[in-house]
């Protein structure tokens, strides 16, 4: 089946700096990926949906320049979370969409402790 | 806003028993359904998907229901084992690249 893959699995790291989060599609063309972010016991939570080619589209209450989201490529987009401050610490999960009826494709998510 | 409602935050039952869970979808009307696992720190890994044409779903263990009038699908997991243990959540989708809304999930258990 299709495969998602998402680096790192978890980081530590220091109030004020940036984290980087690649996920890559392995075996198909993401035309589209989306970030969720997920705190403990609660539910997936859309932050963005990008494109190929093309500016994220953010959902509401998330900083778009806080989080930036690059889609350089049909397998490979990133999340960078910038000047990071504790309360960003979360389980971020990246998907990918394959073609537009088909079930999304989940990495493993990165688990981000700001100390 | 458009929810989709798992009321059970977590169920607990004996192995070799059906395991039910239910999601209610409020406030639109999803093109299709799908229900995912997940494991503890893990990402969500999908399991079945359901179209509103659609009365039923089998795949293995696992059946899914879509009943429109309701506004509600059961995933039913069949002779239930300890491994079937996790987190089910339901999405639903309205068509096209449009984002699914999640469920906040049911923990399930199974008990030896």
């Known amino acids: 089946g299709a495969v998602v893959s998402q680096h790192p699995s978890w980081v530590i790291c220091k109030s004020g700096t940036s984290v980087k989060i690649e996920c890559r599609s392995l075996?198909?063309?993401?035309?589209?990926m989306f970030w969720y972010r997920q705190f403990p016991k609660k539910s997936l939570m859309l932050m963005a949906t990008s494109n190929e080619g093309s500016k994220a589209t953010y959902e509401q209450g998330v900083e778009k320049d806080k989080f930036l989201i690059n889609h350089a490529s049909l397998t490979l987009s990133t999340l960078t979370v910038t000047s990071a401050h504790p309360e960003d610490s979360s389980f971020y999960i990246c998907s990918g969409l394959d073609r537009g009826n088909s079930p999304l494709h989940f990495g493993n998510g990165t688990r981000l402790t700001v100390t | 806003s458009q929810k989709i409602e798992q009321n059970s935050e977590a169920l607990n039952i004996q192995e070799g028993k059906t395991a039910t869970l239910t999601c209610n979808y409020t406030?639109?009307?999803?093109?299709?359904l799908q229900w995912y696992r997940q494991d503890p720190g893990r990402g969500p890994v999908f399991l079945l998907l359901i179209r509103e044409n659609e009365k039923e779903k089998r795949k293995e263990r696992l059946k899914v229901t879509f009943d429109t009038t309701l506004k509600q699908s059961l995933f039913h997991i069949t002779a239930s084992q300890p491994a079937d243990s996790a987190t089910y959540l339901c999405?639903?989708?309205?068509?096209?690249?449009?984002?699914?809304?999640f469920g906040k999930g049911t923990r399930l258990s199974v008990i030896a």
């Open positions: 406030n639109y009307s999803p093109a299709y």
């Open positions: 999405a639903g989708r309205n068509s096209g690249n449009t984002p699914l809304v």
């Open positions: 075996d198909f063309q993401a035309t589209t």
